[in-house]
């Protein structure tokens, strides 16, 4: 098992940063994920680090999102710079047992509560 508690989240105007961070506990896990939902929108992938450190990111994200990880803390990070209101949404970090990452949610066993990030115009 294991369990993901995300942290972070908050209001922000545009232009503004935010850090998302995501604690997880329990055994080992090869890829985290990071998917937004926006409201009455389906749930889409927004980024992935690999046990590797190696990074994928949705086109609308790149240049503006760094996803990383701490092996020590056993904690991925998020930080989101230059945001704009479409990144409105409840962020989830989810953790893959695939070794490469996936912008697919059913390859993400564990999932986190989710962290409400919402951007004013």
């Known amino acids: 098992q294991v369990h993901l508690v995300e942290s972070g989240g908050g209001l922000v105007q545009a232009g503004g940063s935010l850090g998302l961070s995501c604690m997880s506990s329990?055994?080992?896990?090869?890829?985290y994920g990071w998917f937004r939902q926006a409201p009455g929108k389906e749930r889409e992938f927004v980024a992935a680090i690999t046990w590797s450190g190696s990074t994928s990111y949705v086109d609308s994200v790149k240049g503006r999102f760094t996803c990383s990880r701490d092996y020590s803390k056993n904690t991925v990070y998020l930080q989101m710079n230059n945001l704009k209101p479409n990144d409105t949404g409840v962020y989830y970090c989810?953790?893959?047992?695939?070794?490469?990452?996936?912008?697919?949610?059913?390859?993400?066993?564990?999932w986190g509560q989710g962290t409400q990030v919402t951007v004013s115009a």
């Open positions: 989810a953790a893959s047992l695939l070794t490469t990452p996936s912008t697919k949610g059913t390859a993400y066993v564990y």
């Open positions: 329990g055994r080992a896990v090869s890829t």
